[in-house]
């Protein structure tokens, strides 16, 4: 898989994981589709809004009319966007220095594979 090339400088980290995720899966990668949904999944959720205390209100004091409930998503800095990757890249290499340590090789490996094709495209 090719990735972090000179042609991508200055594309946004998001769209750089977008792009790399369709040539991932039509090299059937598993390791790097598994890697970047996790990361694009990962800002994803950091976007979404803080849903309050998660107690529900009367039925009459609801929103009404189609969208009156919706909030608008977090939109997230490059910063907060590369700080969310480094550490999807973090958990995966203490996760496979514990597999190492506990001598599964197979999947030290595979959690390391997905830490490098997230590492690539920084």
Do not use: F
Request: net charge negative.
């Amino acid at each position: 898989m090719t990735t972090g090339t000179s042609d991508q400088l200055g594309v946004p980290l998001r769209e750089r994981l977008r792009a790399a995720l369709k040539p991932a899966m039509k090299a059937r990668d598993l390791s790097a589709v598994s890697a970047l949904r996790s990361a694009l999944s990962a800002i994803d959720n950091a976007e979404a809004i803080d849903a309050g205390d998660g107690k529900a209100g009367a039925l009459e004091n609801s929103a009404l009319g189609l969208g009156a409930a919706e909030a608008a998503r977090r939109d997230l800095s490059e910063t907060e966007i590369v700080q969310i990757v480094r550490h999807e890249i973090d958990e995966r290499r203490t996760a496979a220095k514990e597999y190492d340590r506990l001598g599964a090789a197979e999947r030290r490996d595979q959690l390391t594979s997905e830490a490098d094709v997230l590492t690539a495209l920084l």
